[in-house]
């Protein structure tokens, strides 16, 4: 997998490309008719940070997310789980958020997840950024149980744009165990 953080706005529209296809198109979370010009975005994505991940053969696109910044702005999830009972103020969380991997790459989910967590994860320590929060859909949230994602809260499941998404947050620290166990290169012990 190649980790691709967006530097450029061409990056930035084959992230909201991605999530058109996946978001509108498959999933129908989001109404296609929004979104004319084949890009799925949102109020968000002006101050979001985001994220490809690619075939490092081929350098096909496979999928993308984003971080929004509870710095920046009030985080969705915050409205469902408060982080101040896990010591951390919402303005120093951010938000994992519209994680997409295309149909054709369905076969390496796990991978594709464990790369975008990755590549999240990595922004977040050299942010210094201790926590991260998550408005995750059952399944994604059941592969995060899965892999071993270290989650330290989580709220009761509610409808968010049209999917079951449970509230949770997660220990950015703890994730180097989580991703060492699994191959990946954990820069922090």
């Known amino acids: 997998m190649q980790l691709i953080t967006c530097t450029t706005p061409e990056q930035i529209v084959e992230?909201?490309?991605?999530?058109y296809q996946v978001y509108c198109l498959e999933k129908g979370w989001v109404d296609p008719n929004t979104c004319p010009d084949g890009l799925e975005s949102d109020e968000y994505d002006d101050d979001a940070v985001h994220f490809l991940v690619a075939?490092?053969?081929?350098?096909h696109l496979l999928g993308s997310t984003r971080i929004l910044l509870g710095s920046k702005v009030t985080l969705p999830a915050v409205k469902y789980l408060d982080p101040r009972p896990f010591g951390f103020e919402p303005t120093e969380v951010i938000e994992a958020s519209r994680m997409a991997s295309?149909?054709?790459?369905?076969?390496?989910?796990?991978?594709?997840?464990l790369g975008l967590g990755q590549a999240m994860w990595e922004w977040a320590i050299d942010h210094e950024i201790g926590a991260w929060m998550a408005l995750a859909d059952a399944p994604v949230y059941r592969l995060m149980?899965?892999?071993?994602?270290?989650?330290?809260?989580?709220?009761?499941?509610?409808?968010?744009?049209?999917?079951?998404?449970?509230?949770c947050i997660v220990d950015t620290y703890a994730c180097a165990a989580m991703f060492k166990a699994r191959g990946f290169d954990a820069r922090v012990a």
Not at 102 to 113: D, K, V
């Open 145 to 167: 149980q899965l892999v071993g994602m270290p989650i330290i809260g989580s709220g009761k499941p509610i409808d968010y744009i049209g999917s079951m998404c449970i509230p």
């Open 55 to 59: 075939d490092h053969r081929s350098g």
């Open 102 to 113: 295309l149909p054709t790459s369905r076969s390496q989910s796990h991978a594709i997840f």
């Open 15 to 19: 992230a909201k490309r991605i999530r």
